[in-house]
Nanobody, 126 residues
Framework: VQLQASGGGLVQPGGSLRLSCEGSGFSLDNYVVGWFRQAPGKEREGIASIDNRDGRTYYVDVLKGRFTISRDNAKNTVYLQMNSLRSEDTAVYHC????????????????????YGQGTQVTVSS
């Protein structure tokens, strides 16, 4: 039973990447899934979430219009489509799943989430 983030890599400024957050051994249908990122020397920040129970999505203001969160219930996967990438998007990206919306939206300790996946590195550089 685990949550796994993947899809990171090296991309040039202005490029795109799609990250995947796949649940295995359990269904994401009844969970809120959030994406977080942590850049070197900075605090972890929540950037987007989707409530799989009703489809509602949330984004931090600075990323609206560039990042899109979506789900594929058949694949038990939540995606983060990242467009127009900038150097400041360089970070390790993690996903978490929890039935408590507040924990995903407001943040919590890693061990407090129902599921927290290993990160995937995104590097935006020319």
């Amino acid at each position: 039973v685990q949550l796994q983030a993947s899809g990171g890599g090296l991309v040039q400024p202005g490029g795109s990447l799609r990250l995947s957050c796949e649940g295995s051994g359990f269904s994401l249908d009844n969970y809120v899934v959030g994406w977080f990122r942590q850049a070197p020397g900075k605090e972890r920040e929540g950037i987007a979430s989707i409530d799989n129970r009703d489809g509602r999505t949330y984004y931090v203001d600075v990323l609206k219009g560039r990042f899109t969160i979506s789900r594929d219930n058949a694949k038990n996967t939540v995606y983060l489509q990242m467009n127009s990438l900038r150097s400041e998007d360089t970070a390790v990206y993690h996903c978490a799943a929890d039935k408590n919306l507040r924990k995903i939206r407001l943040g919590a300790k890693i061990y407090e989430y129902d599921f927290y996946g290993q990160g995937t590195q995104v590097t935006v550089s020319s």
